[in-house]
Structures are given as structure tokens and as C-alpha cells.
């Protein structure tokens, strides 16, 4: 068992898993504190009032629109990079957003009714185009290069 998890450990990167799934947390304040309920499908589809909107003043403010963008590219890059070692991705989400009509019909039909994949079209269809978050995304990307090296510094990974 000793060796399993030792193996395993050295081809993953907790440091990595760890500050990616943090930031991550972290960004759930925005939906949560920021962002009506209604809008905000993790929060709708709860069985439990778990909305904080109008409860106390805005914590993010203007910047709350676009740093959900932000972080996940930054968090899912780092948790991506952290079990697979893998350090870049795009955003052909947003991208899908200026496109909706396109976009809405690569969603397969199979999706409707499935937890999470079921609001995939209505994320292209009602979601909003917005420059900032592209600029979000690559700040978020650039970030998350920078945050790699630094994690990755003195490791040499050597997969079994």
C-alpha cells in the first residue's frame, strides 16, 4: 500500500491539486454572496437555501462579473496540471458564448436531464458574451503559468 501511494504521489502534484481547488472555493463566494440564486445553477438546483444575494453588501463588486472567468481557468488548470501534468488550456467556452446559436447545437441531446451537463445549452444560449472575461481567462491563464512553474520547481516527475 506504502508504494501505491508513493507512486501515485509522484505523479500528481498536491501543491498544484491544492492552491487550484482552493481558489476554486474561493470563487464560489461570488455565486453564492454575489449572484442571484436563479442564475446560478449549483445554487438553484439545491435542495437547501444556500444563497447569500442581498444578504450582506457585495463582496467583489464590479469585478465579481468577470472573475469567475478568471478563476476557472486558473483553478481548473492547476488541478488539471497537478493530476495530469498538463499546462495549458483555452477558452473556447467563452467563445462558444459569442456564437450561441452555433454553439447551443454541438450539445448533444443526451445532456437534457443529466446533473450538471443538463445546463450546458442554456450556458450558450443565455450566457453573455463579454470581453473582460476573455481578458479574465488570460490573466487567469498567464497567472496559472506562473503558479506552475513556481509548484513545479525542483520536481522531476517520472511516471511509472
Same mark, same amino acid.
Not at 492547476?78 to 495530469?84: K, P, Q, S, V
Not at 446559436?101 to 450538471?116: A, E, H, L, N, R
Not at 472575461?133 to 509548484?151: N, S
Given at each position: 500500500?506504502?508504494?501505491?501511494?508513493?507512486?501515485?504521489?509522484?505523479?500528481?502534484?498536491? !501543491?498544484? @491539486?491544492?492552491?487550484? +481547488?482552493?481558489?476554486?472555493?474561493?470563487?464560489?463566494?461570488? %455565486?453564492?454572496?454575489? !449572484?442571484?440564486?436563479?442564475?446560478? %445553477?449549483?445554487? %438553484?438546483?439545491?435542495?437547501?437555501n444556500?444563497?447569500?444575494?442581498?444578504?450582506?453588501?457585495?463582496?467583489?463588486?464590479? @469585478?465579481g462579473?468577470?472573475?469567475?472567468?478568471?478563476?476557472?481557468? &486558473?483553478?481548473?488548470?492547476?488541478?488539471?496540471? *497537478?493530476?495530469?501534468? #498538463?499546462?495549458? =488550456?483555452? #477558452? @473556447? &467556452? /467563452?467563445l *462558444?458564448?459569442?456564437? =450561441?446559436?452555433?454553439?447551443?447545437?454541438?450539445?448533444?441531446?443526451?445532456?437534457?436531464?443529466?446533473?450538471?451537463? /443538463?445546463?450546458? =445549452?442554456? %450556458?450558450f444560449?443565455?450566457?453573455?458574451?463579454?470581453?473582460?472575461?476573455?481578458?479574465? @481567462?488570460?490573466? *487567469?491563464?498567464?497567472? +496559472?503559468?506562473?503558479?506552475?512553474?513556481?509548484?513545479? =520547481?525542483? /520536481? !522531476?516527475?517520472?511516471?511509472?
Open positions: 500500500m506504502k508504494n501505491l501511494i508513493k507512486t501515485f504521489g509522484s505523479m500528481i502534484n498536491i !501543491r498544484q @491539486i491544492l492552491i487550484g +481547488a482552493t481558489v476554486l472555493l474561493v470563487g464560489t463566494l461570488v %455565486y453564492l454572496v454575489d !449572484r442571484p440564486p436563479d442564475q446560478t %445553477y449549483f445554487v %438553484y438546483i439545491s435542495p437547501f444556500i444563497s447569500l444575494f442581498k444578504t450582506p453588501p457585495s463582496l467583489f463588486g464590479l @469585478i462579473n468577470s472573475l469567475p472567468s478568471l478563476i476557472h481557468v &486558473f483553478s481548473f488548470i492547476l488541478i488539471t496540471a *497537478g493530476f495530469l501534468s #498538463c499546462q495549458k =488550456k483555452c #477558452c @473556447i &467556452f /467563452e *462558444g458564448q459569442k456564437f =450561441k446559436p452555433w454553439s447551443s447545437t454541438i450539445v448533444p441531446d443526451w445532456f437534457s436531464g443529466k446533473v450538471f451537463l /443538463e445546463n450546458s =445549452k442554456n %450556458y444560449l443565455c450566457g453573455t458574451f463579454d470581453y473582460f472575461d476573455l481578458a479574465a @481567462i488570460t490573466m *487567469g491563464t498567464v497567472i +496559472a503559468f506562473f503558479v506552475l512553474l513556481f509548484t513545479n =520547481k525542483g /520536481e !522531476r516527475r517520472v511516471m511509472p
